[in-house]
C-alpha cells in the first residue's frame, strides 16, 4: 500500500509559524493533486489547501494570505507553510493525494496518517 508520510506539527505560540511536509512511498506510479485537510475537535474535518501537479491551487477563506501551499514534482512532496498561526488554527492535519497505482490504474485518494498542530494564546 501506499503510505504518506507526514511531518512538521508541533506547539507553536500565536503568531508563530510551522511547515508541513507529506511525502508517498515509492509503490506508487504517479501522483495528481495533493491537499492539506485538517480537523478539529469536535468539528469536521476540512480542506485547508489543494495544489495540482501545475501548481494551480486553492485555499480555505480562513488561511488565505496566512498559509501556503507547495510541491516539489521531482520528490513527490507537498508542502504548507503556515504563518501567523493562531489558536484556530489548531487541529489534525492530514495529507491527501490523489496517486495511480498500477498500470493503467486510476487515480486513488490516500491519507496520510495526521499530525498534529497546535497553537497556544
Known amino acids: 500500500q501506499v503510505q504518506l508520510e507526514e511531518s512538521g506539527g508541533g506547539l507553536v505560540h500565536s503568531g508563530g509559524s510551522l511547515r508541513l511536509s507529506c511525502t508517498p512511498s515509492?509503490?506508487?506510479?504517479?501522483?495528481?493533486?495533493m491537499g492539506w485537510y485538517r480537523q478539529a475537535p469536535g468539528k469536521q474535518r476540512e480542506l485547508v489547501a489543494s495544489?495540482?501537479?501545475?501548481?494551480?491551487?486553492t485555499y480555505a477563506d480562513s488561511v488565505k494570505g496566512r498559509f501556503t501551499i507547495s510541491r516539489d514534482n521531482a520528490k513527490n512532496t507537498v508542502y504548507l507553510q503556515m504563518n501567523s498561526l493562531e489558536p484556530e488554527d489548531t487541529a489534525v492535519y492530514y495529507c491527501?493525494?490523489?496517486?495511480?497505482?498500477?498500470?493503467?490504474?486510476?487515480?486513488?485518494?490516500?491519507w496520510g496518517q495526521g499530525t498534529q498542530v497546535t497553537v497556544s494564546s
Open positions: 491527501n493525494a490523489a496517486i495511480q497505482v498500477r498500470f493503467f490504474g486510476d487515480y486513488e485518494n490516500y
Open positions: 515509492r509503490n506508487f506510479l504517479s501522483v495528481n493533486a
Open positions: 495544489i495540482t501537479r501545475g501548481n494551480s491551487t
